[in-house]
């Protein structure tokens, strides 16, 4: 046990820090914190994003996992930690290219045509095009399986009509990886087909959705009559189910990380500099008893996190033992930031000006956090995950699954 | 400093050989310690299972971290916790704290080479039980209010309690003497010596109260070192018996999940119910958590690293949340049997207490945790 890097894990990291010095400089303490997850992008922001990569793509840093016929490097998961971490170091851009680089073109590699492959491909690993996902509806966030979003054949395309919600990038995007219902007839996993959509498509209307944080990172994406040519569709017709398991799979890898923002360390210079009755926060035993069983939890999550790292070193898959990061991480985060603006008393409702710590932060945390914990699986059914996939309890009991899509209520 | 910012974590787990020895570790427990075992000194006037020791020695698990040349196994900390991981699944009735993780490790830590060499070999080879004498009275232990006094190479006093009192042959005594509180320690079958044993919620452990009378005694460490070596002392213990409060809790959950899944109610396995399937998760999150965080008390440990203070606070209160939320589930999922004599939930809930206890409780190491994070 120990917390060294193996010999090769060394050298690929020098490696990987002599390119990163040779094209950019190191992130200093006072730099203005990038936009995050959820975030509104800016145009400039896209087009810094876009150059970047395409930089990292000449010199072969660009999707170091994928295959090298694909463009990648064939680079293992524990070298891809390495990678993001060093990155992270430097002054870079954020990766707006996450959901399509992580997830929609490992499932245009296992699922897609010879053509959409050569298409599509190299363009996103080069960041030329960007990608977004066309998933979750308004009646199908857990249930994805019953999403209602239609398309009907007629002739070489497909029509497309419904609505799909919590896209985000749809607004920058250049294409997006869509679910829809092809037979209502069939049982609700059976009757899905997976499309590429080009989104400039006439007859798509993306609006903004405005979070309780007031950033507006997500958009609806409304359908109306949309043409997809059959040569978009991905799998076989009815067969989407099986893409969009690859596509979560992908998900759960490509989150991960991103542990930035505020932590033990700000809440204590929050205890520190707080008055307090007769002296300051940090002195009464009631906050002191609190502080240490957040702290005691978040090295927990963050030991946690060394240890699939060491999985991932050892070649090891992590499986969805994983999940519980988000699950103890985000109320952790939201409780913490509550407790913060508890330790300031009135002065907690104030998010900016003098009185606001750190410019407000503790105050958007606690409007940040209700939304972390239901993207990407709500906590309830991240423990249904753990409860099934891990301990191997028995699965809920479905009375939807073997119906006819179009009898079951809704 | 945390370690946290110095880098990129690559191994943090324990090696294959480690693992092996657990492995053997636990084959041997399965075959001769059962839940049964336990019970049986809990159902005994028995203070601890004496053939389960007597194997334990054998084992080599007593002078695990004693140097060769002293007749231990000369292992290192990351095999201590294994053991102590193990011992912790079978609920073992031996005293491996008070002999193993305080005795010995506090003669490892402030004995002068004469006294290691007279006192490490029996520890190590488990002919003498060692213990921990400090506590004098209720609530948590505070270096100034120790009224035991050190002269002339005598100790008087009475300490309460004692884990393991009646077993053990020697203590390690925090006393006051002229230049401040100091650690001396004591054989215990001298005639100047009373001790008795008090009820204790878990039965399958000890409690007592020994009186000393100017019994006679040698100072380890300097004068007046004592509080800072307790602080050190307790740090080092609270990282081992974390992995025993781990293994309890481990095992305690996998009891349950095991009877939640063969348990029938409205014709479906309980386990089926999503009301339990999340109370399950829950419990599984936490152990989890105190997982990693032991994991960082062993790496500390080993290393003796400036981070043991943050480290120990950190493993030794996630594990003593993780396994009294397994336990107090463990009642209440296996329903009106679980309450019963009869089954054995309750050897869990009261070991659970008994480790919970032993070095002090959440409260104090809550603050302990918070005095380290400012030191650092």
């Known amino acids: 046990m120990d917390f060294d890097d193996t010999r090769e894990e060394a050298e ?14 190191l992130r200093q303490p006072d730099d203005a914190p990038e ?14 994003a876009k150059d ?3 930089i990292k793509a000449d010199s072969g840093w660009a999707c170091i996992t994928w295959p090298e016929e694909f463009g990648g490097r064939g680079a293992s998961a524990i070298q891809n930690v390495i990678w993001n971490q060093e990155e992270g170091r430097y002054r870079t851009p954020p990766n707006i290219f996450t959901i399509g680089q992580g997830m929609l073109g490992p499932t245009i590699m296992a699922h897609g045509s010879p053509t959409q492959k050569e298409r599509y491909l190299k363009k996103m690993l080069r960041g030329e095009e960007v990608w977004c996902q066309l998933f979750s509806e308004p009646s199908a966030g857990s249930d994805l399986a019953g999403l209602r979003t239609r398309a009907v054949r007629d002739g070489d395309d497909w029509i497309v009509n419904g609505q799909k919600i919590w896209t985000t990038g749809a607004h920058y995007s250049d294409y997006g990886m869509l679910l829809t219902r092809t037979d209502p007839g069939a049982p609700k996993h059976a009757g899905i087909t997976y499309f590429i959509v080009d989104m400039s498509s006439p007859g798509i209307d ?11 990172g997500f958009n609806e994406v409304f359908f109306s009559d949309v043409r997809i040519p059959d040569g978009n569709r991905v799998g076989a017709e009815n067969d989407g189910w099986r893409g969009a398991i690859t596509t979560l799979m992908n998900e759960r890898a490509a989150i991960g990380g991103g542990g930035a923002g505020l932590g033990i360390k700000e809440l204590i210079q929050l205890l520190r500099t707080t008055p307090y009755g007769d002296g300051v926060a940090l002195d009464d035993d009631g906050i002191r008893q609190k502080l240490a069983d957040f702290h005691a939890r978040s090295t927990g999550l963050q030991y946690t996190g060394y240890r699939t790292l060491t999985a991932l070193s050892r070649g090891q898959t992590p499986g969805p033992e994983s999940s519980i990061g988000k699950l103890v991480g985000a109320p952790l985060r939201q409780e913490m930031a509550a407790f913060a603006l508890e330790v300031l008393g009135a002065a907690g409702t104030i998010t900016g000006g003098d009185l606001a710590m750190e410019h407000g932060a503790w105050q958007r945390m606690y409007l940040t956090m209700p939304g972390l914990r239901l993207a990407g699986g709500t906590d309830e059914i991240l423990r249904n995950i753990i409860a099934e996939r891990v301990l191997g309890l028995p699965a809920e009991v479905r009375v939807d699954k073997d119906k006819p899509f179009s009898e079951i209520p809704h | 400093m945390l370690r946290s910012d110095l880098g990129e974590p690559m191994n943090f787990d324990f090696s294959e050989d480690q693992k092996l020895l657990q492995k053997t570790a636990r084959d041997f427990l399965e075959s001769n310690a059962p839940l049964a075992l336990c019970r049986s000194v809990l159902e005994s006037n028995e203070t601890y299972s004496s053939s389960l ?4 020695a054998e084992m080599g698990w007593l002078g695990a971290v004693v140097p060769e040349e002293y007749g231990g196994a000369g292992f ?12 912790g699944r079978a609920l073992a009735p031996i005293p491996m704290s008070s002999s193993v993780y305080l005795a010995t490790e506090a003669i490892l830590l402030a004995g002068d080479a004469s006294q290691r060499e007279r006192l490490l070999p029996p520890l190590a080879d488990g002919s003498t039980i060692g213990t921990y004498a400090v506590a004098e009275r209720r609530g948590p232990v505070t270096p100034g ?4 006094r050190f ?3 005598r100790v008087s006093g009475a300490k309460v309690p004692v884990a393991d009192a009646q077993a053990a042959q020697l203590a390690v005594i925090a006393a006051n003497e002229a230049q401040g509180l100091s650690l001396v320690v004591a054989h215990l079958d001298h005639p100047s010596v009373t001790r008795i044993s008090l009820p204790c919620i878990d039965g399958s452990r000890d409690q007592g109260r020994i009186e000393f009378s100017g019994t006679p005694a040698e100072r380890i460490g300097a004068p007046g070192a004592g509080a800072e070596l307790l602080a050190q002392i307790q740090h080092r213990a609270a990282v081992l018996v974390a992995f025993e409060q781990l293994g309890g809790a481990e095992r305690a959950f996998e009891l349950t999940r095991e009877f939640c899944m063969q348990r029938y109610a409205f014709g479906r396995p309980i386990a089926s119910f999503q009301a339990l399937k999340h109370r399950m998760a829950d419990m599984y999150c936490a152990l989890e958590l105190a997982r990693s965080n032991a994991y960082y008390g062993a790496w500390a440990l080993h290393h003796d690293a400036p981070e043991l203070a943050e480290a120990a606070c950190v493993a030794r209160i996630s594990a003593t949340e993780a396994m009294h939320l397994a336990t107090t589930e463990m009642i209440q999922l296996y329903g009106g049997v679980g309450y019963t004599w009869e089954y054995d939930c309750h050897l869990f809930y009261r070991r659970s207490q008994w480790l919970g206890l032993l070095l002090g409780s959440l409260p104090q190491w809550r603050e302990r945790l918070v005095q380290a994070l400012e030191a650092s």
């Not at chain 1, 993306?206 to 507006?216: F, H, K, L, V, Y």
């Not at chain 2, 020791?53 to 334990?56: F, L, P």
């Open chain 1, 12 to 25: 690929f990291r020098a490696e990987a820090r002599a390119w990163l010095e040779a094209h950019t400089t």
């Open chain 1, 35 to 48: 936009p995050g997850m959820g975030d509104e992008a800016s145009q400039d922001l896209v087009a810094r």
């Open chain 1, 52 to 54: 970047w990569q395409g």
């Open chain 1, 206 to 216: 993306i609006r903004p959705i405005r979070q309780i944080n007031g950033a507006t």
């Open chain 2, 53 to 56: 020791w007597k194997g334990a």
């Open chain 2, 76 to 87: 290192g900390h990351l095999e201590l916790s294994l053991l102590a991981y193990e011992v």
């Open chain 2, 145 to 148: 209010a120790i009224e035991t």
């Open chain 2, 151 to 153: 002269e002339n190479g």
